[in-house]
Structure formats: C-alpha cells, structure tokens
Nanobody, 118 residues
Framework: QVQLVEAGGGLVQPGGSLRLSCVASRTIFGSFTMGWYRQAPGKQREFVASIAGDGTTNYSDSAKGRFTISRDNAGPTVRLQMNSLKPEDTAVYYC????????????WGQGTLVTVSE
C-alpha cells in the first residue's frame, strides 16, 4: 500500500502564490505518473496537472501558464507551484499517483485546502 501526504495548502490573496507538495510513503518500483486534481465546493473533481516518469507534463487549460508541476523520484515527491492565483482556484487539491507497470493501481492523498480570497 502507498500513502500520499500533501502539504502546502492555505489562504492566499488573489494574485498570490502557493506551493503544494506530496510525498509517497515508500519508494515506488515501476512506471508511474504523478499529478494533482482539485475539487471545488459543489463541483466534481477535475484534473489540474500531471508529470510522467520521463518528465512529460500535462496541464488543464486553467493551469497552463500559471502552475508548474515538478517531480523528484526520490520519495517520490511531486510539487505544484501555483502563481497568479484566482478565487476560482479555491478547492481541495488532491495528489494522485498512477502506477502503470508492473501493475495498474491508483493512489490518492487526503487533500489539502487552497483558499484564494481577499
């Protein structure tokens, strides 16, 4: 079993920045993608960004140009640098680890709250 522990959420003013981090409870052997999703009140969980083992990144349209995802395979750890935050970025942010080889499994963190408000 793998546990993901997130940190870095909090309250920030519009235009501000936050950095989220997520670390796995043990070393992962195999191929996996790490990413971030978010869920705003009353809405479904949505994709924010992901990074594969070879460093390939994907971003949602709302995250492009403002958020940067990075990864360290020691841990492993994934981080999300969020700049130019907007009130609509307010949500619980969840870390995800998608193991694709040697088996297919998906793990989720417990979530960290990001609130963007005056």
């Amino acid at each position: 079993q793998v546990q993901l522990v997130e940190a870095g959420g909090g309250l920030v003013q519009p235009g501000g920045s936050l950095r989220l981090s997520c670390v796995a409870s043990r070393t992962i052997f195999g191929s996996f993608t790490m990413g971030w999703y978010r869920q705003a009140p009353g809405k479904q969980r949505e994709f924010v960004a992901s990074i594969a083992g070879d460093g390939t990144t994907n971003y949602s349209d709302s995250a492009k140009g403002r958020f940067t995802i990075s990864r360290d395979n020691a841990g492993p750890t994934v981080r999300l640098q969020m700049n130019s935050l907007k009130p609509e970025d307010t949500a619980v942010y969840y870390c995800n680890l998608d193991l694709t080889w040697p088996s297919a499994r998906s793990y989720w963190g417990q979530g960290t709250l990001v609130t963007v408000s005056e």
